[in-house]
């Protein structure tokens, strides 16, 4: 079973990309950088795994190449490019995960 990221603050995910194309590259993308980016909930920490498991971070905490490029022109398509390799089993079972119902993608989800 494929070990998905998990964040009780979905909300702040939007924000917190659009914040990763506003602001300086960071040396690491730790909990004092989100702090100092906006997010200061003990909770928005969670998001930093979404980040890796999508590899805008490596494994450990350093912005990657795609981190970088996301910043650029082709930001909807590198984040496009980001999910489906970071939820490439998802993906596999369904290539039009987009636009599944949430009982189909928590189906695969819970068996992958």
Do not use: C
Request: overall charge positive; aromatic content about 8%.
């Amino acid at each position: 079973m494929a070990d998905y990221p998990y964040t009780t603050v979905t909300g702040k995910i939007k924000p917190l990309l659009s914040k990763v194309r506003e602001v300086g590259v960071p040396p690491n993308a730790t909990v004092k950088w989100l702090k100092s980016v906006g997010f200061t909930s003990s909770n928005d920490a969670s998001l930093l795994t979404v980040l890796k498991f999508i590899g805008l971070v490596d494994a450990s905490g350093k912005p990657s190449e795609e981190w970088k490029k996301y910043r650029g022109a082709h930001h909807g398509q590198v984040l496009a490019n980001a999910i489906r390799q970071g939820y490439s089993d998802l993906f596999a079972v369904y290539p039009d995960a987009n636009s599944r119902s949430a009982s189909e993608i928590e189906h695969v989800i819970s068996t992958t």
